[in-house]
């Protein structure tokens, strides 16, 4: 069974880090693009950031660029993000994901995505 499983997550105050992993298990995504999406209350789920199989390529939203990280460890089957500078709006549910399909596209789109997590809590206080 693949699974992917979220972690990290917490409260933090407006301007802090937090750092969130996810770590695949049941098939290897070395070879595959990993995303981050997150989804707010009331609000449709959106794209945060993408990396390629290789890491050489990454992708992030306008929201989040700047801010966040995105990188991987092939060898632990993890993706991980660096989210620093953190503002209230970053407030969310963050969703790992994987691409089965695709190594190399770093895509934005959730339909590329056919694996995801189950999500982890980041609440930014002000």
């Known amino acids: 069974q693949v699974q992917l499983v979220e972690s990290g997550g917490g409260l933090v105050q407006a301007g802090g880090s937090l750092r969130l992993s996810c770590a695949a298990t049941?098939?290897?995504?070395?070879?595959?693009?990993m995303g981050w999406f997150r989804q707010a209350p009331g609000k449709e789920r959106e794209f945060v950031a993408a990396?390629?199989?290789?890491?050489?390529?990454?992708n992030y939203a306008d929201s989040t660029k700047g801010r966040f990280t995105i990188s991987r460890d092939n060898a632990k089957n993890t993706v991980y993000l660096q989210m620093n500078s953190l503002k209230p709006e970053d407030t969310a549910v963050y969703y790992c994901?994987?691409?089965?399909?695709?190594?190399?596209?770093?895509?934005?789109?959730?339909?590329?995505?056919?694996?995801w997590g189950q999500g982890t809590q980041v609440t930014v206080s002000s």
């Open positions: 990396t390629s199989w290789s890491g050489a390529r990454a």
């Open positions: 049941g098939r290897t995504f070395s070879g595959n693009t």
């Open positions: 994901a994987a691409d089965s399909v695709r190594g190399n596209s770093a895509s934005p789109y959730a339909r590329h995505y056919d694996y």
